[in-house]
């Protein structure tokens, strides 16, 4: 706990005074062009690997990247992202897996939740990308989990849709859908191309989207 609050202090004293402009432009409002949705795992940064200021990503991190359907009680994720999209306007929703996921590891290698009933019960939402993931052979456990991460982005890319604000988006076609597999160790990010539903890399492909 000390180093992050001598983090904040370093923050304080040496970057806030450098951006003050920013902050200050950014006082009264937001207008962030894109919601990333994301694995609460610490080692993915939208901001950094996006390499995106204070104000320019709306963020939603949980564990697993996972997107409830639309139901008849909607919580959190739900009401973050009718927020996005209705009251900020998002132009690009970005779903974002990411290597060495430790909740789409679970899953593939089918880990005992029993002492996590909250885990258990929220890595539900991912039983459609496991069941694609079940009806292939992989190579080796590895694999599967790589797997497991891409199926898994297609799923909530199709739950997301499910969403009252995001299908009136899609249909108006003011909002682009991005699923993204972020790579721990090289720092390469593969991206879901609509037509061959195939991860492409991104930095070869900067214009590919899902939806
Ligand atoms: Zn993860």
């Known amino acids: ?13 040496n970057v806030f005074p450098e951006r003050r402009e920013l902050f200050r432009g950014l006082a009264s409002s937001q207008s962030p062009k894109a ?24 963020v939603i991190r949980n564990a697993g990247n996972i997107i409830p359907p639309f139901g008849p009680e909607p919580g959190g994720v739900s009401a973050t992202i009718e927020y996005a999209v209705l009251a900020l306007g ?13 909740a789409m590891k679970a899953i ?10 909250a ?26 989990v790589n797997a497991m991460v891409q199926e898994n982005v297609i799923a909530q890319l199709y739950n997301i849709r499910t969403h009252p604000s995001v299908a009136v988006a899609l249909r108006n076609r003011t909002i682009r859908l991005h699923g993204w597999v972020y790579d721990i ?7 879901l191309e609509h037509m061959s539903e195939r ?3 991104l930095s ?3 214009d590919t989207f899902f939806e």
């Not at 706990?1 to 004293?13: H, N, R, T, Y």
């Not at 998002?90 to 430790?102: F, Y």
């Not at 160790?185 to 991206?191: C, F, K, L, P, S």
């Open 1 to 13: 706990m000390k180093d992050i609050v001598k983090g904040f202090l370093s923050f304080q004293a």
């Open 35 to 58: 919601l990333f949705i994301s694995c609460s795992d610490s080692r993915l940064v939208p901001e950094l690997v996006t390499q995106q200021d204070p104000g320019q990503l709306f």
């Open 90 to 102: 998002v132009s690009d929703i970005i779903i974002c897996g990411h290597s060495n996921c430790g």
């Open 108 to 117: 593939a290698t089918c880990q005992c939740l029993d002492n996590m009933p």
């Open 119 to 144: 885990v258990s019960h929220w890595l539900r939402y991912a039983d459609a990308a496991k069941s694609v993931v079940e009806d292939k052979s992989h190579a080796s456990e590895e694999d599967k």
């Open 185 to 191: 160790e090289t720092g390469v990010i593969h991206a």
């Open 199 to 201: 991860f492409v890399l």
């Open 204 to 206: 070869e492909n900067p």
